[in-house]
Nanobody
Framework: EVQLQASGGGLVQAGGSLRLSCVVSGFTFDDYAIGWFRQAPGKERERVSAISGSDGSTSYSDSVKGRFTISSDNVKNTVFLQMNSLQPEDTAVYYC????????????????????WGKGTQVTVSS
């Protein structure tokens, strides 16, 4: 059974930091690109960041580049999203997602392409 278990959300003041974790099981970590989408109320789900299980390459949306860092522990099958300098516009439900992508991040593009989803974790940034 495939599982993506996200955790680490919470309430933080603007300028603060949070670290999200996504523990995955039920598939071969190295064959997948794993990352994060977020969805704010009334808005479409937005791709935030992703990391390749095969080669460790990463990608970021322009809105988080320079503030967020994605990393992985391939032994523990866990992906982390370190979020620094958080702003109220980062407030959203954050979802961990995975797509079969044995070479790099080619498969991690839009939410409709994802193979698996975890339950969301709420991130709220107060001003």
């Amino acid at each position: 059974e495939v599982q993506l278990q996200a955790s680490g959300g919470g309430l933080v003041q603007a300028g603060g930091s949070l670290r999200l974790s996504c523990v995955v099981s039920g598939f071969t970590f190295d064959d997948y690109a794993i990352g994060w989408f977020r969805q704010a109320p009334g808005k479409e789900r937005e791709r935030v960041s992703a990391i390749s299980g095969s080669d460790g390459s990463t990608s970021y949306s322009d809105s988080v580049k320079g503030r967020f860092t994605i990393s992985s522990d391939n032994v523990k099958n866990t992906v982390f999203l370190q979020m620094n300098s958080l702003q109220p516009e980062d407030t959203a439900v954050y979802y961990c997602a995975a797509v079969f992508s044995p070479i790099g991040l080619a498969g991690f593009r839009v939410y409709a392409d994802m193979d698996y989803w975890g339950k969301g974790t709420q991130v709220t940034v107060s001003s």
